[in-house]
């Protein structure tokens, strides 16, 4: 941006010095007489002139357009960064349609703003103040019609501005709602499919695009029109100055040379401004989503503390004392006030009805979330330390987190295994496979741990995703293992091979898991049961009353 101010200081430079060189080669040849050889001097500048204008120009566009590439590649990086700090719990709450359309479209729409609009924004001030200096020693009143004018510019685009402003961020609303909920009918177009549900979804659709297309076409309208409007002002501001310097030229109270250099300046006063316009509406849907990301920039990750010495998870005992935990648009608190003490070494499951807060407290040990209030100790035989103490990624080296649907990537078996510890070597990932009993199964695919799994691990089953997922709490070799609900939808004979896996894994490790079913409460050494929340507690009330 340095380098285009400075372009645009010698832009202004150029513009003045070609309007000389004009009316130097113009005035003399009509009024003079003058020859090619008296005039070589002047053309010879012109044609310097002109050359280092284009020089500039693409100079300018150059580091520009670099400048662009820089930024948007920062910015994606620094948000993608800043989700992954505020974790899958965040995310989990947001369409994936329209992050993928803030990172990907919403980035991209900078380039406008980056490359067009800051640069001309630059020049929008330097070349008016310049030109319009030269004009007032030339021409008292030409100056004053473009002092009285050009404010008028900035006037009308803040005003264009404004309106512009809602109609891009109703197109921009409008094009996120349409990304997720084509996600969604995506995702679930086989259950649709199924249920004969997907002609009248794939009309919502085709609704959402076209209103989409109305609001698109509402902001191409708008830019024309501005566009319309500035040029309208500006010819017209022109036009007064050419009447001015037509009224004297004829009386003869200014010569020709004065009047020329005048009318040739004065155009270049406006354009700056005019293209300011023209590119600020080029930029307008960047910016619309430029304020999604900063809301995304602006909130908050969980608090990661200085002190790596993680304590033996194994033999460390975890006390939650008076743990809340509220989520963001929330009325009440997912967790509200929680006690308990989870002992080393054992299996201990949490249970209770829905919307306890079973999984809120996995996630904060997870450390996915930071509790509103109270804390969580880790007590071993020598120490005590608040959990917000210690370094985040420190700690989740210690943890193995296993959810209720875990996602395989488009890679090898041995890529999935190693997804917590990148660095195991394949004797290290056929170990983690074979204490889930799935060393077998991998031998006999093509190429053994090297086999692609393909889009979510479509070669295997439910069962055998699960234990994938367990093989990486293997390989991770964590000292605390969290599971959420980790033989939900699976039949008995699977259940029992994922428990089997379970029972595995618990040797030497803390285990904590939520449990609704039945064989999974009984496999537990010790069960905690959680209280009803507050919500489930309000339509117990509701329900006996109205009784």
């Known amino acids: 941006m340095a380098a285009v101010v400075i372009l645009g200081g010698l832009t202004a430079?150029?513009?003045?010095?070609?309007?000389?060189?004009?009316?130097?080669?113009?005035?003399?040849?009509?009024?003079?007489?003058?020859?090619?050889?008296?005039?070589?001097?002047?053309?010879?500048?012109?044609?310097?002139v002109l050359a280092l204008r284009v020089l500039a120009s693409y100079l300018s566009d150059a580091m520009a357009f670099r400048a662009s590439a820089a930024a948007k590649s920062e910015l994606r990086i620094s948000v993608m960064r800043h989700i992954g700090r505020l974790g899958?719990?965040?995310?989990?709450?947001?369409?994936?349609?329209?992050?993928?359309?803030?990172?990907?479209?919403?980035?991209?729409?900078?380039?406008?703003?980056?490359?067009?609009?800051?640069?001309?924004?630059?020049?929008?001030?330097?070349?008016?103040?310049?030109?319009?200096?030269?004009?007032?020693?030339?021409?008292?009143?030409?100056?004053?019609?473009?002092?009285?004018?050009?404010?008028?510019?900035?006037?009308?685009?803040?005003?264009?501005?404004?309106?512009?402003?809602?109609?891009?961020?109703?197109?921009?609303?409008?094009?996120?709602?349409?990304?997720?909920?084509?996600?969604?009918?995506?995702?679930?177009?086989?259950?649709?499919?199924?249920?004969?549900?997907?002609?009248?979804?794939?009309?919502?659709?085709?609704?959402?695009?076209?209103?989409?297309?109305?609001?698109?076409?509402?902001?191409?309208?708008?830019?024309?029109?501005?566009?319309?409007?500035?040029?309208?002002?500006?010819?017209?501001?022109?036009?007064?100055?050419?009447?001015?310097?037509?009224?004297?030229?004829?009386?003869?109270?200014?010569?020709?040379?004065?009047?020329?250099?005048?009318?040739?300046?004065?155009?270049?006063?406006?354009l700056p401004l005019r293209q300011v316009g023209v590119h600020f509406h080029a930029a307008a849907e960047g910016l619309g989503a430029a304020g999604d990301m900063v809301e995304i920039l602006e909130q908050a990750p969980p608090i990661s503390g200085p002190r790596t010495d993680i304590p033996n998870l194994a033999t460390a005992t975890l006390r939650l004392d008076h743990l809340t935990v509220a989520y963001e648009n929330r009325e009440d608190p997912a967790v509200n006030g929680l006690s308990l003490t989870i002992?080393?070494?054992?299996?201990?499951?949490?249970?209770?009805?829905?919307?306890?807060?079973?999984?809120?407290?996995?996630?904060?040990?997870?450390?996915?979330?930071?509790?509103?209030?109270?804390?969580?100790?880790?007590?071993?035989?020598?120490?005590?330390?608040?959990?917000?103490?210690?370094?985040?990624?420190?700690?989740?080296?210690?943890?193995?987190?296993?959810?209720?649907?875990?996602?395989?990537?488009?890679?090898s078996v041995a890529d999935n295994v190693r997804i917590a510890k990148p660095d195991a070597n394949a004797d290290q990932v056929w170990a983690a496979l074979a204490a889930v009993q799935l060393d077998r199964l991998v031998a006999q695919l093509p190429d053994g741990i090297d086999t692609p799994l393909g889009e979510g691990g479509a070669v295997l089953s439910v069962g055998q995703t699960r234990r994938v997922a367990l093989a990486r709490a293997f390989c991770q070799d964590a000292s605390l293992v969290l599971l959420d609900e980790p033989t939900a939808a699976l039949d008995i004979e699977t259940e029992e091979s994922v428990l089997t896996a379970i029972a595995a894994l618990a040797v030497d490790r803390t285990v904590i898991l939520v449990a609704h079913r039945q064989t999974l409460i009984d496999f537990a050494d010790e069960v905690i049961e959680l209280p009803a929340p507050v919500d489930a507690e309000r339509v117990e009330a509701s329900v006996g009353s109205n009784s």
């Not at 009024?31 to 090619?36: E, F, H, P």
């Not at 709450?93 to 900078?110: A, C, F, K, P």
């Open 13 to 48: 430079l150029l513009v003045i010095v070609q309007a000389f060189a004009i009316t130097n080669i113009v005035v003399p040849a009509f009024l003079n007489g003058a020859s090619l050889h008296d005039l070589r001097p002047w053309i010879i500048t012109l044609a310097c």
């Open 88 to 270: 899958p719990v965040w995310l989990s709450r947001r369409n994936s349609g329209e992050l993928t359309q803030v990172v990907t479209r919403g980035i991209d729409g900078l380039d406008g703003y980056f490359a067009r609009y800051l640069p001309q924004l630059v020049l929008a001030v330097i070349v008016p103040l310049s030109v319009g200096i030269v004009i007032l020693t030339q021409d008292i009143l030409a100056a004053v019609v473009v002092a009285a004018t050009i404010p008028l510019i900035p006037v009308f685009m803040i005003l264009i501005g404004k309106y512009t402003q809602g109609q891009v961020e109703q197109q921009w609303a409008t094009l996120g709602r349409l990304s997720g909920h084509f996600v969604d009918v995506v995702a679930g177009m086989s259950t649709l499919k199924a249920f004969g549900r997907a002609s009248a979804q794939a009309e919502n659709v085709r609704r959402v695009g076209d209103r989409y297309r109305v609001s698109t076409m509402g902001v191409l309208r708008i830019s024309f029109l501005s566009a319309l409007v500035l040029e309208l002002l500006a010819t017209l501001s022109v036009a007064v100055i050419a009447v001015s310097i037509g009224l004297r030229l004829v009386d003869g109270s200014m010569n020709l040379h004065t009047g020329l250099l005048v009318l040739i300046l004065a155009p270049e006063v406006y």
């Open 343 to 411: 002992s080393p070494g054992q299996v201990t499951a949490l249970i209770g009805p829905s919307g306890c807060g079973k999984s809120t407290v996995l996630a904060v040990l997870e450390r996915f979330l930071d509790p509103s209030s109270g804390q969580v100790s880790i007590e071993s035989a020598h120490t005590s330390v608040e959990l917000r103490e210690l370094d985040i990624q420190a700690w989740r080296s210690q943890v193995a987190w296993v959810g209720q649907e875990p996602h395989l990537i488009s890679a």
